[in-house]
């Protein structure tokens, strides 16, 4: 933690200043939990009661947010600035530029300007990385691996061949990016053979993906309702969350969201914008339309309407499921009360 | 990708080849998504329509379909000799055979004909490796471990103490196979010990397991259900997904089939051919019968029958859960109307 | 395996022995396995019938369990005595201490006493490593990372930056500790922007963490009833198994235990001895009292009380959701009898 003036962590992230600049920040924190030294942040009047018995040092809040004369910065996303505060009170430093002596290079590997490769790092034939990315110990990229700029691969990750990063992307320890699908099919003896998942796999820029994660490759040939392309592919800003499994000749469209232990099997359309809730599951070849709410544990066997928030197993609308399941919880009863009925109406039991 | 003739590929894959061995395949694809260049493959009369309306530039077929002349490779199993293809077209070279100067070996280790061994792999004293078995990089194996012939170990793969391989076996990147099972027991004063997990894990011949799956050892005197033998066991042709759980003393039988993220509990037996979709579980001590079929999202918590085909939680027949989901659906409907006929009938009503 | 006399058994466990001390133990097993070679353990009355009919040589028993003159060890606690037998006679030699010569340590590492660090570790500035600490091989520790005396991490573990371990930890191997939350928010132009997560995750005394789990780190400000603490914390002897997800903030009081594939989202706080079953998931926020037992597959939305036994989704109190189970198979039948009813009294169908 490195304490800084009010004043001087406005001009670091350029914002406007009220109240008096010489305020020293030491630390962040939530409205609630402040002390005179913290800087916190309100997204809105939602929060006006918060602020009001709150007891940071200074506030970033939105432009027209009335402080009483607090000290603030004033932001038109204030919580997105409260992010780059932390860079700015909690700096940690990256590795240096440069190639460790540990490093196993193959041959024709291209490096971008100041790209930093951690300790025992192993580097396949024609990979390439781009300028300012960093990976950190223990990495290892296949032969045609490529990745763009400024990335952050942690350590332990594993990109198989012909892997393709974008731009800044950032990938947690221990992920596992083009694997072999899941794919196999039988000789004429009955036996089994594995079909060859050799598609590369595609992520596109600003992607996250989160500790322990797999994302398989595919195969040509690998069926995809109306699409000849079969590679799995991630689109632009598609955040992925701890120990989620992504099938072979997945779609995921431009920020989506897969929160963790999240399955999707092969062959599967998820829309731009999707959220996907914890351990959901989603079968082959289901399509997700763009902007879908997918809430925690659904079993999505069947496609998803643009829009729609579903839940449960089989996915429902929201608030049909939390009927659903309150009134699960009278079915005992409920079976009682019918066979009370029949006895008085004489209607033969179905017991 | 590598072009060729479609004579040459009938020479390498030992196929009759018909019409124009002089054709060129320059890719491999599904029958509605290729183009003249594709090779693609049909595999029986269900498809012919989608044969007829197919662009392909050849077709992997059976013994006795009509290809109305169009350049054809017949075989009795047109997909797995797809796959085949794929190795040709898109052939993948493997490490060469010899042990990289980075790697680690302790006292004792066997390493048959042709090992490959790759950059900063450490393994432990007394494992032996068989002939023409490659490890990529960073492979770590504990002291014991015995890895049969012809096998493929990706990078990062983890085996611990004696875990044993068979041949043609294939683990994918991450996979931990032999950490210590999850059992524990209380000491007079009531705080909890670890109990050793010592019984080596056994993988048989032609397994796959997925990236960042674990299989985890048992400890003797681990109860299993009227057997002696407490070991975790893979039987033949087993294949697991990626993060997949596989607990301490399980038991599978040849050619079962687990997918992604689902979970076994201990001293479960998994019989012959079963297949587990993606993200069901199976309790302590369950026995599931040789050719069951265990849906996706199942939750398994007693004993299945031989050949029987469930899904849901409590697992049910198929049809009966697809049912039961329909009319759950309409469960705080039928309340209503149970709750009208009461009074209709001066019943009491049990709200 | 390594044969040891009773009587010298007697002795290495500090217990009591009665009957022959040259019996000859070769191997462990239990009550109904064992053989004349094994010793096996009873833990009391309730296994007397098995006693009676068990071949064991020899018998870890209860102090006043009558056995009727076999020999026997005496031990208020028999299964963990058990345990402790097996360390005896399965011995596993740790690697010997000393810093192997292919570790790299970053500047300013504090080793203690008798250390081990394995092949290809990669520990950073500041680090610090307790007494007769282990690291196998490939362990990375990013900078400030702190473990305490007595533990061990296997191969291939990641911990990232300032994290800390206690004493007598147990790590299985790909285990990612300290990855950064699943956290973002919107930029003003609509963008996600990463909120950092630099609060050290905080791990107590006696935990073990499963192979390929991972546990995240939460952010300044991060938001938890109440709490103004907001790191991610693990009390002491927390039991975790493997391919866990323990979110950003998470707080696990003493002695909890969580089964493979659990997920706990970020902030919710998981009191002492709490029980969670595998695939179990819990939501945000959630706060689950002391001494629960939830079930393996329930998804917890909303707080559980302290003690409660539940199941299901919504989570039930475990009688009622064996009984709505059961129910629930009857739902498709009970839709056609009320509909049966509706006609005979003239009631308008809901259908």
Redo the contacts between chains.
Sequence with gaps: MKPVQLGKLAVELDLECEGDPAVEVR????L??ASPQDL??VTGERYRKDFELSGAGAYLVPPDFDTDGRPCLR???P??D???A??V??P?SKPAPGV?E?A?LGGGVALGKDVSV???C?IGTGASIGDRTCL???V?L?PGVRIGVDCEI???V?L??DVTLGDRC?I???A?IG??G?G?????DG??????H?CPVEIGD?C?I?????I?AS?????RR???E?RTRLGN?V?V???V?I?HGTDIGD?A?L???V?L?GSSEVGRGVYIG??A?V?DGVRIGPGALIG??T?V?GDIEAGAQVLG??P?ERR?WW????????????????R???K????AS?D
Tied chains: 1, 2, 3.
Excluded: W
Aim: some cysteine; charged content about 20%; glycine content about 16%.
């Design positions: 630390g962040l924190a939530g609630r939990d916190s942040f932001t038109r996303a919580y997105a409260f992010a780059r932390i860079e009170l909690h940690r460790h540990t196993v951690g300790p025992y192993v950190h110990a223990q290892v296949y942690h350590s332990g594993h198989r061949d950032v947690q320890s221990g596992v694997g072999e899941f196999f099919t039988f000789r004429a036996t089994r053979i594995r079909v060859p050799r600003d996250e989160g500790a322990n994660s797999t398989d195969h040509p040939g690998h069926p109306g699409h000849p079969v800003g955040k969350d701890n120990l499994q099938g920020g969201m929160c963790a232990l399955g099997a914890g351990q599951g079968a925690g544990g079993g066997a197993y089989p429902m049909l009927r659903v399941m309150a009134a699960s919880k009278r079915l005992p009863q409920l079976l009682r009360r019918v009370e009925i029949e008085k109406v004489d209607v179905g």
